[in-house]
């Protein structure tokens, strides 16, 4: 029944997406694949960097797959690999895509830099590129993913909410992501703005490989070095990272707003009972859509104009066609309307006897 749900949300926001986003006006990318013509019976390689986080494997891989079959009534063949976290397990996976000649590849890059040299050998190749949810640097043919500064503007505007007067009373904890993530520098740089000069930022960590544990030592570390009673509030860049975090501060007894990002059911049980302020939601049917739209018009040597409106400059290629898919703050208030209304979860998956008096409270019924 979710990937049915998924499947209506990311039809019905089909028609939108290529509205999404912003333009970066330089440069010269092309929307047409070299490759031959092909007809259904392509093969996709599909690439993500990690299974710590539980959106990977539970809805952009799904998702992935079933619109890749759709396109192609039934004759698409994914060809899966998950990199663990390992940008150099990556290089080889593409190596192997490219040894076996998919038709095109669709790579969520562990690290956007390392993965250079493994586009550059599939644009040999002959085999199209489709960057997804991190922008890759290399000959990339095309790019799908979130606007990643408006989804850090997002978390530091509904942090300065959550802290109202109190903004300046004390410090914040910033707790980034990875460095190796360039998604991670966009949030970064999107909370600062709305951030710097309404708050005091205490101590900043970009934390290695995005890891709740490596998240929560350096909670630990900055309790220690802040004290517990100057705290007033916390920047997560996601809501795993968000899961260390407040284990730190709830072993130190500090309550304070804590934002996220994904949208993960533990973060929602986390928001419902207050120990976390907000998630930002993405939605992955629309994003798995257009990855899967582009990768099937890519392999099939189509345009790509009619999916993807936009244009994005990476290091090394100017003017990608992209999609951008818009993201909303994800509070208690709106949890019906959000994750539960697009299919995501259902109440009883959020509502657990852990969580019913909370999910009462708040009328989640």
């Known amino acids: 029944m979710r ?8 039809g019905a926001m089909a028609v939108s997406l290529a509205a999404c986003g912003s333009a970066k006006e330089s440069g010269g990318g092309s929307s047409k694949s070299s490759s031959p013509k092909k007809g259904d019976a392509i093969k996709v390689g599909l690439l993500l960097p990690e299974n710590q986080t539980a959106r990977y494997e539970k809805f952009d891989r799904p998702l992935i797959e079933k619109k890749v079959k759709e396109l192609t009534n039934g004759k698409g063949q994914i060809v899966y690999a998950n990199a663990k976290q390992d940008a150099s397990l990556q290089n080889q996976q593409v190596d192997t895509m490219v040894t076996n000649k998919v038709d095109v590849l669709i790579v969520d890059a562990v690290d ?3 993965i250079k040299n493994s586009v550059q050998k599939a644009k040999d190749a002959g085999i199209p590129v489709v960057a997804y949810d991190r922008l890759a640097q290399g000959p ?7 606007d990643n500064e408006t989804v850090g503007k997002t978390q530091g505007e509904a942090l300065l909410k959550a802290l109202g007067s109190k903004a300046k009373s004390g410090k914040i904890v910033m707790m980034n992501g990875s460095s190796t993530d360039p998604n991670a520098a966009q949030f970064k740089k999107g909370a600062h703005e709305v951030l710097d000069g309404k708050v005091n930022v ?18 630990e570390g900055a309790i220690s070095a802040l004290g517990k009673k100057n705290i007033v509030g916390v920047y997560s860049a996601n809501d795993g990272m968000a899961g260390g975090i407040i284990t730190a501060l709830k072993q130190a007894g500090i309550k304070v707003p804590v934002t996220g990002q994904d949208a993960e059911l533990a973060g929602v049980q986390r ?7 907000m998630s930002v939601y993405k939605p992955y049917a629309p994003e798995a859509a257009a990855a899967a739209e582009m990768a099937v018009d890519l392999a099939q040597g189509k345009s790509l104009d009619s ?26 208030d709106n949890i019906k309307d959000t994750v539960i209304k697009d299919g995501v979860y259902t109440v009883t998956d959020i509502c657990t006897p852990q969580y019913k008096a909370a999910c009462d409270k708040i009328g989640l019924k």
Do not use: C, H
């Open 202 to 219: 205490g101590k900043e960590y970009d934390t290695k490989e995005w890891k709740p544990e490596n998240a929560n030592s350096n909670m």
């Open 3 to 10: 990937r049915a749900a998924f499947a209506v949300a990311a």
């Open 140 to 146: 990339i043919d095309a790019y799908t993913s979130f």
């Open 271 to 277: 928001i419902v009972t207050g120990d976390q302020y």
């Open 112 to 114: 956007a830099a390392a």
């Open 307 to 332: 999916v993807a409106k936009d244009k994005v400059d990476s290091p090394t290629t100017k003017q990608v066609p992209s999609v951008l898919v818009p993201v909303t703050a994800l509070t208690k």
